[in-house]
């Protein structure tokens, strides 16, 4: 059974009839950018994080350049990211002018190590920090950097482009963030039909703030409060996440099921695939099946014999990118994050998998991973 990495045409019975519905009426009024259908959604976001404001961008890497500029980080500044998370958590420093300190992961839950950022906010004292909620999940010491933060006064960031969905300790995830940002793209758990992102703000002064950065630095049409740039979002992506708002419980059900389908099929062969720390529910962003070099290499290959779709989220630690060079000012920390990018294996999943796609590609994984076993070419799990 040939099975697609992820599949974004299955969709809801008559999600199509109402999003050419919504998309014709749009068209014919002109709703084209900014105004009523961005506006709605950015009140509909704020009510299910529990935050007090929202707002629309043209992406998620815009998202974070914004909640960068708008805690204060400038030219010459230094940030902290973790060494594991997607390019433009890094570039987007760069892109504020800032410097890059990376700071390694741990492997309990594969996000950022508290005990390597509080040394790296002693030896740098940044002028911002980024955390990173990767996979779908977070930090199990997330209230630890939330405090830590608070304390010693530093702007703390919350990259949640995987985190759409996400709870921890019963609400959003995004609940009681400083600033925190999400990315719309259309592999999203909440994806537009076209790149979009946001910025959710617990005070609404930093939306403010926000909102300037994003439209020109308008106070009025031709008055100009600071230097911004052109971040607006399309009236067609807010149109199109608002419908998707009204499927996305069944969307999150369904990859969660699939996410917990993998990890207890999987465990039952010895395969680890990582899951959620306690206090968190994931969204099912993504299996993350944990290997090393050589099981990876040899399972990855029987993937591709037998049509099913896998990925390596993501391959390599940011102080290791060719990009990095001339940016980079350290890296604090071991090496946990080269570690994941050599070892990380991800599976199908997405809304509407159904159960037989995941059990074929358990036993595509399974089949390979007592191979190794028998012929001796592989160590230990994970």
């Not at 010459?76 to 997607?86: H, N, Q, R, Y």
């Not at 807010?238 to 999987?266: F, G, H, K, N, V």
């Not at 039952?268 to 720390?277: H, Q």
């Not at 890296?331 to 995941?358: C, I, K, M, Q």
Request: aromatic share 8%; glycine share 12%.
């Amino acid at each position: 059974m040939a099975v697609p990495f992820i599949d974004l045409r299955r969709l809801e019975p008559g999600f199509l009839e109402a999003w050419a519905e919504r998309s014709m009426a749009l068209s014919r009024e002109a709703r084209f950018v900014g105004g009523p259908d961005v506006t709605a959604l950015e009140e509909r976001l704020a009510a299910l994080a529990g935050c007090p404001a929202v707002v629309a961008c043209a992406n998620g890497t815009d998202a974070l350049q914004l909640a960068l500029r708008a805690v204060g980080v400038g030219p010459g500044d230094i940030v902290l990211v973790p060494d594991a998370t997607f390019w433009a958590t890094f570039e987007a420093v760069v892109n504020v002018g800032a410097r890059v300190v990376t700071v390694d992961i741990n492997r309990h839950d594969l996000q950022m190590d508290l005990e390597a950022f509080r040394d790296a906010v002693r030896r740098f004292t940044p002028r911002a920090a980024v955390l990173v909620h990767l996979y779908g999940w977070g930090t199990a010491e997330l209230e630890a950097f939330r405090a830590h933060c608070r304390e010693i006064s530093l702007p703390l960031v919350e990259d949640g482009a995987q985190a759409f969905g996400v709870t921890w300790r019963g609400a959003s995830v995004y609940r009681d963030a400083e600033i925190a940002t999400v990315s719309f793209y259309p592999a999203k758990v909440l994806g537009a039909c076209g790149d979009a992102g946001a910025v959710f703000c617990g005070r609404s002064e930093l939306a403010d703030t926000v909102r300037l950065l994003g439209n020109h630095g308008r106070v009025s049409h031709y008055e100009h409060g600071l230097v911004g740039w052109n971040s607006r979002m399309g009236g067609l992506e807010a149109a199109y996440l608002d419908l998707a708002l009204d499927y996305l419980e069944d969307r999150l059900a369904s990859r969660r099921s699939a996410a917990r389908r993998y990890r207890e099929a999987l465990g039952r062969v010895g395969v680890l695939a990582a899951a959620p720390p306690d206090g968190f529910e994931e969204n099912g962003y993504l299996n993350v099946t944990l290997t090393e070099p050589s099981r990876r290499a040899v399972v990855q290959a029987a993937l591709r014999r037998h049509g099913i779709g896998f990925g390596t989220v993501y391959p390599g630690a940011m102080s290791e990118q060719p990009g990095a060079k001339g940016h980079l000012l350290a890296h604090v920390g071991g090496d946990t994050a080269a570690w994941l990018g050599r070892s990380v294996l991800n599976l199908p999943l997405f809304a509407y998998l159904r159960d037989e796609e995941v059990d074929a590609a358990v036993a595509v994984v399974s089949e390979a991973w007592t191979g190794v076993e028998r012929d001796g070419r592989g160590g230990g799990g994970a």
